[in-house]
């Protein structure tokens, strides 16, 4: 049996849900901030992203289904494709 807290729940899995949630958000920032290095080009995001075009705008539509607005984003601070 993991940790638990005062109340009863399980300490562990509200840690790793709070470090995934993290990460996914360390994540689409440095996603946002490579495409705004690079104009909101995606091409040249993803190949300094190190990974496939295909896989960026996979990364895209689950920022979009979070409601993250990139379009909005990157009018804001003048880099839209």
């Known amino acids: 049996m993991g940790l638990v ?7 562990v899995e509200q840690s790793e849900l709070g470090l995934k949630a993290s990460k996914r ?4 920032q440095y996603i946002i901030d490579t495409l705004k290095r690079h104009n909101g080009h995606r091409n040249n995001t993803a190949q300094a992203l190190g990974m496939t075009t295909r896989a960026l ?19 804001q601070s003048g880099h839209a494709a």
């Open 57 to 75: 705008r996979y990364k895209l539509v689950q920022m979009r289904e979070e409601g993250i607005d990139i379009e909005q984003i990157l009018s």
């Open 25 to 28: 958000q360390a994540e689409f």
């Open 5 to 11: 807290n005062q109340d009863g729940s399980a300490l």
